[in-house]
């Protein structure tokens, strides 16, 4: 009595040619390799094959058209005899690109499959991402992306804006296509469909109580930046200062820094961990909290001399290209360097896996410092009410009138007059101008 045939792990039958066979060699791949027989059924009964040359014909046509990425290479089919009849062993090695999975379905469990005992199950979501981690060496941005239905219109127009090209031949320079000729997470990060995000969020005073605004931005990464850095620029106002008789202009926040940080954060996340970027604003300052601590090997002291370690190298590249940044490394200085004038600086707070930068409102403190001062020459001069109120003004408002005295104050055109010439006399104030143009600032 002949013995029974029996599938196992790297063992499976099948009846005749169907679609079948394409998760099964998916499987293989993706595990330890088999051996699939067809002209056998599930019973270990040999049937054979009527017409096994086209039979094989369409089973390679149906692996090449439909498996991704190419598994060709790693699989071997031969017409064989078993007890008489004809059938076709395909015989499939362990894939180096895994996952393998069915181009119509994409990298995700109803794709990709792997053997379990002697069946085919679909993969789960962990085992998928496990694949990928083993295939690209942990490197988020050149393995793998899950989604592979990708569309770029927002990318494209910002490399129209620069006259670069960006078609399938700069798609595989950049790195958005990997060796095995699929989307990698870098093309996952620059797509539409970028699920990866940013929440920013303004707030009422200096702490996280009362929300003046709030939103979430998706997209390509390039479309968040751009969009963040609107949205933080919008509360980024502006505060005036007096050198002599010249007024000084100046933003809460240089633009350079706050366009620096953004970079930053959209450069050196760890993608790989599910959670937002977070910007958020305050009435003394801007925090930009990033998932991600620094490089193994990379000091904070490191990163403030300038040097230059990239996370995400081929991003990296991408800004670059754009000329969203000028120059490797030269971040840290560039925000460091705006703050140089104040005794306030930016802070940087690390953990294990954040980066947070804080960002002082240089007008909030410049105005704190001054109201410091107030308080020091009420105490010289010891100073009425009424002089204390027109020097809280001159604070707030950097150069006043007389008629705005009066009108703040609530007083007469003569007693502005003689509170303003007390403050003269006590050089806390000094004029600016002559005649209809004579107004007050602070005597530094």
């Known amino acids: 009595m002949e013995r ?10 099948k009846r005749e040619y169907s679609d079948g066979i394409r998760k099964t060699v998916i499987a293989f791949a993706n595990t330890d390799g088999g051996k ?20 094989m014909l369409k089973i390679s046509n149906s692996l090449r058209d439909s498996i991704r990425p190419d598994v060709m290479v790693f699989i071997s089919m031969l017409i064989d005899e078993v007890r008489g009849k ?5 015989k499939v090695e362990r894939g180096t690109s895994c996952p393998y999975y069915l181009g119509n379905k994409g990298v995700r469990p109803e794709g990709v499959f792997i053997r379990q005992g002697a069946s085919t199950v679909p993969a789960s979501e962990a085992a ?11 490197r988020y941005e050149v393995a793998r992306s899950m989604e592979q239905n990708l569309t770029f219109m927002q990318t494209a127009k910002y ?37 990866h995000s940013i929440k920013f969020a303004a707030f009422t005073g200096s702490t996280k109580e009362i ?28 505060g005036s200062t007096f050198s002599g008789l010249y007024r000084v202009d100046r933003k809460d926040y240089p633009e350079v820094v706050i366009r620096e940080v953004l970079l930053n954060a959209i450069a050196h996340r760890e993608y790989g961990i599910s959670a937002s970027t977070l910007v958020s604003v305050f009435e003394d300052r801007v925090e930009v909290l990033t998932v991600g ?76 410092d001054e109201i410091a001062e107030k308080k020091s020459i009420d105490k010289r001069h010891d100073l009425t009410e009424r002089e204390e109120e027109v020097v809280r003004m001159l604070v707030e408002s950097e150069q006043i009138t007389r008629k705005m005295v009066e009108e703040e104050v609530n007083i007469s055109q003569a007693t502005a007059t003689r509170l303003l ?19 007050y600032i602070l005597d530094e």
């Open 4 to 13: 029974k045939l029996v599938e196992s792990q790297v063992l499976e039958f």
């Open 36 to 55: 699939l027989i067809v002209g056998i059924d599930d019973d270990g009964v040999v049937v054979g094959l009527d017409n096994p040359s086209e039979d």
């Open 86 to 90: 004809q059938v076709i062993v395909i």
């Open 128 to 138: 998928i991402l496990k694949m990928i981690r083993e295939t690209s060496g942990n």
């Open 159 to 195: 490399f129209s804006n620069k006259d670069i090209d960006f078609g399938e031949s700069q798609h595989k320079t950049l790195g958005l296509i990997g060796t095995d000729n699929t989307y990698t997470n870098l093309a996952f990060l620059l797509s539409d469909q970028c699920t």
């Open 211 to 238: 929300f003046k605004e709030r939103n979430e931005f998706v997209g390509s990464v390039l479309l968040q930046l751009e969009r963040v850095y609107e949205a933080v620029d919008k509360y980024n106002a502006l």
């Open 293 to 368: 601590g620094l490089i193994k090997g990379v000091t904070l002291s490191d990163i403030m001399l300038g040097v230059s370690a990239s996370r995400n190298a081929n991003l990296a590249n991408v800004l670059y290209r754009l000329e969203l940044v000028e120059a490797y490394g030269t971040g840290m200085k560039k925000i460091m360097k705006n703050y140089e004038e104040y005794d306030f600086k930016p802070r940087v707070e690390l953990s294990e896996n954040a980066f947070k930068v804080t960002i002082p409102n240089i007008n909030f403190y410049r105005i704190q």
């Open 421 to 439: 010439n007390y403050l003269l006399q006590k050089g806390i104030i000094k004029k600016i101008g002559s005649g209809k143009g004579l107004s």
